[in-house]
C-alpha cells in the first residue's frame, strides 16, 4: 500500500475528507496525532475528527475536517 495521505489537492480550513481507523492509527503510531487537542497533523493541515460512521464489513470511517488552530 502507498502512501494514503498522497493526494494531488492542497487541503484548506474547512475542507473535509475520509480515512479509515486503520489509516488513523497508522498516523499515531508515527507520531501525527496530538492527544492534548485532538487534532492529526496530515499534509501540513490540521484535522479534527467531525464524525464516524460504522461500515457493515466491521471497518470504522471517519470524517475528519481542516482546522486552523
Do not use: C, M, P, S
Given at each position: 500500500m502507498g502512501n494514503p495521505?498522497?493526494?494531488l489537492r492542497p487541503w484548506g480550513p474547512g475542507d473535509?475528507?475520509?480515512l479509515s481507523?486503520?489509516?488513523?492509527?497508522?498516523?499515531?503510531l508515527e507520531g501525527k496525532f496530538d492527544s492534548y487537542s485532538q487534532v492529526y497533523e496530515l499534509e501540513g493541515q490540521r484535522?479534527?475528527?467531525?464524525?464516524r460512521v460504522s461500515q457493515s464489513n466491521g471497518e470504522t470511517?471517519?470524517?475528519l475536517v481542516a482546522v486552523e488552530e
Open positions: 495521505f498522497n493526494v473535509t475528507r475520509d481507523e486503520r489509516v488513523l492509527k497508522q498516523a499515531q484535522w479534527k475528527i467531525q464524525g470511517l471517519f470524517t
